[in-house]
């Protein structure tokens, strides 16, 4: 029996989501969005705080976090939980939350690339509540340039505008801009005005990652410059301000003001938000330590001020990475939770039950097979899976893999280390730029039906494989090294993993995750 995604999420949907919530702690720390949550938005509805992040090529889209103090979160839905919308196909970044208090609405605005012109663009969905669902109206009209990065705000007279950012083409400046926004949201109008460009030495080749937010007589913008999302980041945040929103504007001379310290590196786009009449960001920036293998994580910081009102940080909220790395285990008797994560052009099927996952086998993600992954949180942890083979089809391979890329550049090809079982051979392999490479393989018929498979990970790129039927470990293959796998701006995800004949499943018992 197949199920599909659009089909269960309505089971998905109210079942707990205990595996998508961060533990509760009597101290601010960091963290407060692990694993992979780049460009963050937040918005205030009533009593509550909601926020987003961008969700790149992994389904369901654009997840709503809901938190009463800014710093404990819990997942409560998807903007769109069945997979991308049907005009879009990838690059699903940057979703900016706006609830317009008057029509009792939210708003999100989010950039994504078009099937049929190929462009990334610009589009807008909106819902009664954060709860959903929420109804897509697709993309904006922006006179055929390429659009992202867009943010809602409204001028001194209560009018309407979007600022957004024009795709950077190399030789050109980096320009943000703002524009009329219908009430509606489904329409852009008038002309577009310039509020900044990169005319700064320190903000290289890029502006862009608008925030806008008034306090007092000023608008204040804040903005990214530099290079955001690979191994050589150097992204940083400047600000701007101006008692019209269209300008002129004034850069600050203390820019940028906030950069790269002892614990995070290469900080960016973000939302501010206010509690308790005080002003906060929540904006993503890598682990100083090892980060690159986990991606960019949600953040947050008390904005400060100076004698003539221009914002700083002093980056003073605690570390605290053991608050938010936790263990999971799943025996996929109930519902798929909505932890798990598959990518946007997977045609995916499954189904769950007392005996546990079947998952459909297939070639695809560039010939990895059919996934279902999790970001990863932590440089050490170890994931255990038992593939039950006298279930599984005969033509299947099912295991556990660590996912990245075939290099850490833009749109690279997807690539993924592993271990897999079949009826034949056990195998711990890697699959990259459509290439399948074997380290260790050993005989399946040494072991029972029922077997377990282990993966070790050591500081984010080290693997270990090894395999039981429930007497001892062997060890199949040490010392894996997957540095060179980091997905641009991402890092990487910890799944599962079934290939072979479509019409075939694999039957995996149960998983688990634990952090060291």
């Not at 997979?83 to 989010?110: C, I, M, R, T």
């Not at 954060?130 to 904006?140: A, K, M, V, Y």
């Not at 890598?286 to 221009?310: M, S, V």
Request: with cysteine; aromatic share 12%.
């Amino acid at each position: 029996m197949r199920i599909s995604f659009k089909i269960l999420w309505i089971l998905v949907s109210v079942i707990s989501l205990y595996c998508c919530s961060f533990e509760k702690s009597t101290t601010p720390f960091n963290p407060v969005l692990p694993g992979d949550n780049p460009n963050p938005s937040v918005v205030k509805i009533g009593d509550s705080y909601f926020a987003s992040a961008t969700s790149n090529e992994w389904s369901p889209l654009f997840p709503i976090y809901k938190s009463d103090d800014l710093y404990d979160w819990e997942l409560v839905s998807y903007v769109f939980p069945g997979g991308a919308p049907d005009w879009g196909h990838n690059n699903f970044w940057a979703p900016e939350l706006s609830y317009d208090e008057a029509q009792q609405k939210l708003f999100v605005y989010y950039t994504g690339r078009e099937k049929s012109t190929n462009r990334i663009t610009i589009a807008v969905a909106s819902a009664d509540t954060p709860d959903g669902p929420f109804t897509d109206h697709g993309p904006l009209l922006f006179n055929d340039c390429e659009t992202i990065d867009a943010f809602e705000v409204r001028d001194e007279n209560e009018n309407l505008f979007l600022i957004w950012k024009e795709v950077y083409s190399p030789g050109k400046p980096a320009i943000i801009y703002a524009q009329s926004v219908s009430e509606d949201r489904k329409a852009v109008t008038g002309k577009k005005v310039e509020l900044i460009r990169n005319d700064q030495e320190w903000e290289e080749h890029i502006v862009e990652g608008p925030c806008v937010f008034r306090r007092e007589d000023y608008f204040y913008l804040l903005y990214s410059a530099g290079n955001c999302c690979d191994k050589a980041c150097n992204y940083k945040i400047g600000v701007a301000r101006s008692k019209s929103l269209l300008g002129p504007w004034e850069k600050a001379a203390a820019n940028p003001i906030l950069v790269d310290n002892e614990n995070w590196k290469c900080p960016g786009t973000g939302n501010v938000v206010t509690k308790d009449q005080d002003y906060y960001l929540l904006y993503h920036a890598y682990n100083a330590d090892g980060g690159d293998y986990i991606g960019r994580e949600g953040l947050l910081d008390k904005i400060y001020w100076t004698e003539d009102n221009w914002p700083y940080f002093k980056t003073e909220t605690k570390v605290n990475l053991e608050n938010n790395r936790i263990d999971y285990f799943d025996d996929f008797s109930k519902a798929l939770e909505p932890c798990w994560q598959w990518r946007t052009t997977q045609a995916l099927s499954y189904a769950t039950g007392e005996d546990g996952l079947m998952l459909a086998a297939s070639s695809e993600n560039d010939l990895l097979g059919s996934l279902l992954a999790q970001p990863v949180k932590s440089k050490n942890f170890e994931v255990t899976a038992t593939i039950d083979l006298g279930v599984s089809g005969v033509g299947v391979k099912g295991g556990i893999l660590l996912i990245g890329a075939t290099n850490n550049g833009f749109g690279a090809p997807m690539a993924g280390v592993g271990i897999s079982v079949g009826h034949d051979l056990i195998e711990v392999w890697i699959t990259s730029g459509y290439e399948k490479n074997v380290y260790e393989a050993v005989p399946t018929e040494k072991y029972d039906d029922l077997i377990k498979l282990k993966m070790n990970v050591t500081n984010g790129d080290l693997l270990q494989f090894s395999v039981s039927d429930g007497e001892q470990w062997d060890l199949i293959a040490d010392s894996v090294d997957v540095s060179a796998y980091v997905p641009w701006g991402m890092g990487l995800r910890w799944g599962l993993v079934s290939k072979g004949e479509t019409n075939e499943f694999v039957n995996i018992r149960n998983v688990q995750l634990i952090n060291r």
